[in-house]
């Protein structure tokens, strides 16, 4: 059974960094593209970071210079790096991964869900 399990999520103030994890088990994504998803309240779950083997990693465009995607394969876990928060990061972020390699912006496009962290940033 694959399970992912995000951790860090927290109510920090604007301009603060938070680091997210996500620990993967019963399944190795090392060749598989995982990526990071948020939903704020009232809004559509949207695509953060994507990250895969060979090719550099996707962010959107609101947190592109802010935040950093990376992985660490030995342990199957993946992360998020969030720097210069602001008050409109606030949402769940979601940990995803996919069957294939090549990243997706869409989440239709990932098999295996997390249950979600709450990051809330204050003004």
């Known amino acids: 059974q694959v399970q992912l399990v995000e951790s860090g999520g927290d109510l920090v103030q604007a301009g603060a960094s938070l680091r997210l994890s996500c620990a993967a088990s019963?399944?190795?994504?090392?060749?598989?593209?995982m990526g990071w998803f948020r939903q704020a309240p009232g809004k559509e779950r949207e695509f953060v970071a994507g990250i895969s083997w060979g090719s550099p990693p996707q962010y959107a465009d609101s947190v592109l210079g802010r935040f950093t995607i990376s992985r660490n394969n030995a342990q199957n876990t993946l992360y998020l790096q969030m720097n210069s928060l602001k008050p409109e990061d606030t949402a769940v972020y979601y940990c995803a991964g996919r069957q294939l390699r090549a990243i997706s912006m869409s989440r239709n496009a990932y098999m295996y869900w997390g249950q979600g962290t709450q990051v809330t940033v204050s003004s």
């Open positions: 019963g399944r190795s994504f090392s060749n598989s593209a």
